[in-house]
């Protein structure tokens, strides 16, 4: 659970410097733009610190505000592992409550002391919940924790809040080189949900002990995920007529791409049931195929590579935890993408009710993350303010 970068999802938003911090106020979250910069040694003394700490009347009723705050959500005799144990105080209450629980810590001494106490573990996909007190603020790269959980298990946090971002300075918890991110309530649950955890609770009582400005949050690990998105296009492509507009929308835009590249060969990634790829078939001169995952017969994906690759009507339509890997797919598949891309909501629901439009990201936002993959990124004018049209890669 080693920590090497910043969150992969947190550093496509969009942002303001402030000093040391990166403000994506839009977004509800900050972060310190440096990772590197006073980094904070988690060795004995600061162990030192927190075992002081434990002793305390405020830790005490933290530890049982925590466990009442488990019992509420998951039954006695689940597994659960404390990320970032500390002294493992809250792991040995835990176990008094009756939870089969574990703790995981950088500290050698801490890790030293949970296994003599046979209370160690590692893999947070191999418990029922796991919970990250005071602990998902000081990490680089949070979300490489929360990919670990597995889905349908429960994750408790608690973090300090902030209603205004650009006050951060002026509160205790400003801590550089120790709190790497900083979130109001809204940002910090929204981000979440990008990773798939819905919120179920929101708890005062660390405040209440008096804990200034901290804020504890029960989720759970259930909202959709890829598979499901698939799922669901499925049911909608086999319950009523959909996924064919790419041609008329796009059909202008693709014919002058493609009669300045002149591609041998086009795959259409995503094509729903649209025709657009077969405008440009020229009596079989040209090389086209089609895949969409939900389409039985487009299911399987093409074998080899592709002078020019579409992705139409196709990025917003995938969860943001996502986007790296269908990027890459993308990416595998041909040099040269055409991507059209909408950034507000749609008018189509997904049959579980959300709007067909899962991920909107600025045009800006979508601009890097694409031009991470393939590099030149040229920006063309679409049919409509609100969409973005790119030809990625050498052309």
């Known amino acids: 659970m080693g920590a090497l970068d910043i969150d992969r999802l947190i550093k496509r938003f969009d942002l303001v410097m402030d000093a040391d911090l990166a403000l994506c106020e839009h977004r509800g979250v900050a972060y310190q733009a440096n990772m590197k910069a006073g980094r904070v040694d988690y060795g004995a003394d600061y162990l030192a610190k927190v075992d002081a700490y434990e002793g305390t009347p405020i830790a005490r009723a933290v530890n049982a505000g925590r466990c009442a705050m488990l019992a509420r959500h998951i039954q ?132 209440d002990a008096g804990r200034a400005s901290i804020s504890a949050f029960a989720f759970r690990k259930d909202l959709p995920d890829y598979h499901d998105h698939i799922a669901a296009y499925k049911e909608m492509h086999s319950t009523r007529h959909y996924g064919d507009s790419s041609t008329e929308e796009y059909l202008p835009v693709v014919a002058r791409v493609v009669a300045e590249l002149k591609p041998k060969s086009i795959l259409d990634y995503g094509c729903g049931r649209s025709d657009l790829a077969a405008h440009f078939w020229r009596d079989g001169e040209r090389s086209i195929a089609r895949y969409d995952p939900a389409i039985g017969k487009y299911k399987v994906m093409p074998a080899g590579r592709f002078d020019l690759v579409l992705a ?48 909107i990201l600025t045009q800006s936002e979508w601009t890097r993350w694409v031009a991470e993959y393939f590099g030149p990124v040229q920006v063309l004018k679409g049919k409509h303010e609100h969409e973005l049209v790119l030809l990625a890669g050498p052309g």
Not at 81 to 106: E, H, P
Not at 194 to 203: A, P, T
């Open 76 to 207: 006695p005799g689940v597994t659960v592992l404390d990320v970032g144990a500390g002294s493992g105080a809250f792991v040995r209450d835990a176990v008094a409550a009756g939870y089969a629980a574990k703790g995981y810590d950088i500290n050698p001494q801490a890790v030293g002391r949970l296994q003599n106490a046979v209370m160690y573990g590692e893999d947070p996909h191999a418990f029922d919940a796991v919970t990250l007190w005071d602990t998902i603020e000081h990490m680089e790269d949070p979300g490489a924790v929360l990919r670990s959980v597995r889905k349908g298990a429960h994750l408790f946090a608690s973090i300090p809040v902030f209603e205004d971002l650009r006050e951060i300075r002026k509160s205790k918890h400003y801590r550089p080189g120790e709190h790497m991110y900083y979130w109001t309530p809204e940002g910090f649950t929204g981000w979440m949900a990008l990773y798939g955890f819905r919120l179920i609770e929101v708890s005062t009582h660390e405040t």
């Open 312 to 359: 139409c009507d196709l990025m917003e339509h995938i969860p943001m935890a996502f986007v790296d890997q269908i990027l890459t797919e993308i990416r595998m598949k041909g040099a040269t993408a055409l991507f059209a891309i909408s950034t507000i909501l749609a008018r189509a629901k997904l049959p579980d009710g959300r709007n067909a439009h899962v991920t």
